[in-house]
């Protein structure tokens, strides 16, 4: 088991480009979840795929942020236009499709600046 | 609209005490309620999960209570050392949506 592994670890871009950040979660898991963190505040939820399906989808997300998960394995999220708002810790969570009550195994984030 | 309330101060005890945190939600009916820990520039680990109907559960030095009449859990550490300083997370599970975080309590404990 090697973990959630999210790259890159940070990233610092000017405001108006593009990003786009990899998960690759645990391999049996089916699920895969998008998390974002501020300073203070507990993850808030962003997306979440049950293998390649993209199930639910927070609807304080932007029409900037797009996600994938092509063949159901790594999963991609990117930012487009990137604002001084988007700067925050870009947290990625996978589980095992057990019903409810799975435990999230979170990434250790990327950590997005815009300046 | 549905609320998970957290202490956002943090939680100053010295080595040996016991800590408790809580979290209290509203407009929620979890079936299950998890709790994570969380350390600086790291993404939450998985700690405990108690079930509706579980009063409480025990792991090693943690004991999670989930009062669903109340709308509470509280977690607590017994015989609390400097290495549980830490964010304490909370997340009330209904099952049928992905998780949503409180915005934790941060557990600072003085050796």
């Known amino acids: 088991d090697t973990g959630v592994s999210q790259n890159p670890r940070h990233k610092i871009t000017k405001r108006g480009q593009n990003v786009t950040f990899r998960c690759d979660p645990i391999s049996e898991h089916n699920r895969l979840y998008w998390y974002r963190q501020t300073l203070g505040q507990g993850p808030e939820f962003l997306t979440y795929f049950q293998n390649e399906a993209q199930l639910e989808k927070s609807r304080l997300l932007s029409d900037r942020f797009s996600a994938e998960r092509p063949k159901g394995s790594f999963s991609t999220l990117e930012i487009q236009r990137t604002e001084q708002g988007d700067s925050a810790m870009y947290l990625c969570?996978?589980?095992?499709?057990?019903?409810?009550?799975?435990?999230?195994?979170f990434g250790n984030g990327t950590r997005l600046t815009v300046t | 609209s549905q609320k998970i309330e957290q202490n956002s101060e943090a939680l100053n005890i010295q080595e040996g005490k016991t800590a408790t945190l809580t979290c209290n939600y509203t407009?929620?009916?979890?079936?299950?309620l998890q709790w994570y820990r969380q350390d600086p520039g790291r993404g939450p680990v998985f700690l405990l999960l108690?079930?509706?109907?579980?009063k409480e559960k025990r792991k090693e030095r943690l004991k999670v209570t989930f009062d669903t009449t109340l709308k509470q859990s509280l977690f607590h550490i017994t015989a609390s050392q400097p290495a549980d300083s830490a964010t304490y997370l909370c997340?009330?599970?209904?099952?049928?949506?992905?998780?949503?975080f409180g915005s934790g309590t941060r557990l600072q404990v003085q050796p």
């Open positions: 407009n929620y009916s979890p079936a299950y």
């Open positions: 108690i079930r509706e109907n579980e």
């Open positions: 997340a009330p599970d209904t099952g049928r949506r992905a998780l949503t």
């Open positions: 969570a996978s589980s095992l499709e057990a019903g409810s009550g799975s435990p999230l195994h």
